[in-house]
């Protein structure tokens, strides 16, 4: 029998590129042309994606689609409800990154409170030969209470990590959760009165758009600072570049933004602002765990009819009941 024919609309890591080779036919969207595409989007029955919108339009390109395996434990980007829609799977790569997002985002925060951004540019322009010391940081992580907006697998991780700095933790997010004592607050606006350092730990979803807004920054406070390892989606950028401007908040870590790769200028060279790259995951050994598990998700799929890691919306997606709409 011949093999599945997998769509790759981005290249993705060697490891990746080579797994598929060896289990599939591989149809790239970087050297094939879209006519070329197009012939043979009939028999594409995966797709494996990384930075790629998976939409109605693209579902209704390939008519016998069968699972979509994003690569990120967000999959904001793909429409899961669509693909439950009409059947199919879709898969993230929950678990191996964990521990690297967590180490990130306690990096980012450390940066932000204690503005090493601009302390890294006062050495690389010659300022510290010429000019002297760096002042001193006006945040410390002393006494700091860490307000985890999201706390799921990611969240949970970051907030042991912050209890090990002596912080209190609190959180928000759609539930109280009954596996930890740290103290739950029902809206983000409580959250943000009780604690001074926001993390955002929660995916990006229509409901959440801009929930970082002017209140809740007005609810964090002169001493507050935004964390951001989630979606940039979630915060209010103007709201938040306003808060800066104003001294409503002391600063802000940020690895993800609103629309990737494009960074306001209003967020960039400035003491109170850390930004980084959307690099929470990104060191080759967490991004070869992910790309290892959009692998397995799709052998196991065309070999066994089950995903390893189906995102909730497909859980119940079986094999060969794609449905048309
Ligand atoms: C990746 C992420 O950078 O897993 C996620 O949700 O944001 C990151 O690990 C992203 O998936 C790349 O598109």
Known sequence: MSQPVIFLPNPALPLVEDALDREFQVLRGATASTDE???AADLVRGVSVFQARIDEAFLDRFPNLEIVANFGVGY?????KACAARNIMVTNTPDVLTEEVADTAIGLMISAVRQFGA?????????????GSFPLSPGTLRGRT?????????????????????????????????????????TLVGLAQACDTLMIATPGTPENRNAVSTEVLEALGANGVVVNIGRGSVVDEPALIAALDKGTILGAGLD?????????????????????????SASIHTRNGMGQLVVDNLVRWFAAGEAVTPVPETRHVKPGTRRAV
């Not at 302390?119 to 000019?131: H, L």
């Not at 539930?175 to 740290?182: F, G, L, M, P, T």
Request: glycine residues 10%; proline residues 3%; charged residues 25%.
């Open 37 to 39: 595409i197009q012939k």
């Open 76 to 80: 904001d980007a793909v429409d899961a």
């Open 119 to 131: 302390a890294e540019r006062w050495v690389q322009s010659g300022n510290w030969e010429r000019n």
């Open 146 to 186: 860490l307000g985890v907006y999201g706390l799921g697998r990611i969240g949970k991780a970051i907030a042991a990590r912050a209890e090990a700095f002596g912080m209190e933790v609190c959180y928000h997010g759609r539930n109280r959760q009954s596996d930890v004592a740290y103290a739950y607050h029902d």
């Open 256 to 280: 993800v933004f609103a629309d990737e790769p494009r960074v306001p200028t209003a967020l960039l060279n400035r003491d109170n602002v850390v930004v980084l790259p959307h690099i929470g």
